[in-house]
């Protein structure tokens, strides 16, 4: 896949007008986020590292983004969206069941741990679980597609979008605190965005 932003690092705004001291403390703890599971046990940590490579992939060429760290630093933080759906418990022990579970569904289809398969037999289990097709006892009552679309999907990619080096890969320039953005007209971009490669018509 071509850099469609080449030599872009969000980065290199750090010491310009188009970040205040708050967004840099905000990006710095973003950054130190510990690679090594706090709130998580090991094993469900590296469940979660191999649920992000198949949903969140890295990009060839690029740094790894911490997305089980992100995911594991917000629920030791019990951050919480709010609301709840009827069936889904809070998040801490949704992760929880939900990892055992997939663990459990791994084990019963194929004889191994989620994090053991190839990847054809994990897409296919994370396939399931997003059509509800789940139905091991260690769900307990929480439904899979429910977990799937509102707690794992939407927490991983979230992680995954919170963290400079996916900035990048999509041009954006971080919070537009406090220079924020001027020319909003399509296909505007102010002198302080990214831009983004042209396309080669041959297909390069």
Request: no cysteine; charged share 30%; aromatic share 8%.
């Amino acid at each position: 896949m071509p850099d469609r932003f080449p030599g872009y690092d969000v980065l290199a705004k750090r010491h310009t007008p188009s970040w205040n001291e708050q967004t840099r403390t905000v990006i710095d703890r973003r950054l130190a986020v510990p690679r090594d599971p706090r709130l998580l046990t090991e094993d469900e940590f590296a469940t979660v590292v191999a649920i992000a490579a198949r949903i969140v992939p890295r990009r060839p060429g690029r740094a790894p983004i911490p997305v089980a760290a992100l995911v594991d630093e917000k629920l030791l933080a019990d951050r919480a969206d709010g609301y709840r759906l009827a069936g889904m418990p809070r998040e801490r022990e949704a992760w929880r069941r939900g990892l055992a579970a997939l663990d459990a569904e791994a084990r019963a289809a194929h004889g191994a741990r989620f994090r053991d398969l190839g990847v054809a037999e994990q897409d296919a289990l994370l396939t399931r679980m997003q059509r509800g097709e789940l139905h091991d006892a260690a769900w307990s009552g929480m439904p899979p597609k429910a977990f799937f679309e509102r707690r794992m999907a939407r927490d991983l990619v979230l992680a995954y979008y919170s963290h400079p080096a996916a900035w990048n890969d999509i041009g954006w320039g971080g919070p537009a605190s406090p220079r924020g953005y001027v020319r909003m007209g399509f296909n505007e971009r102010d002198p302080w965005e990214a831009e983004e490669a042209k396309a080669d018509p041959h297909g390069g």
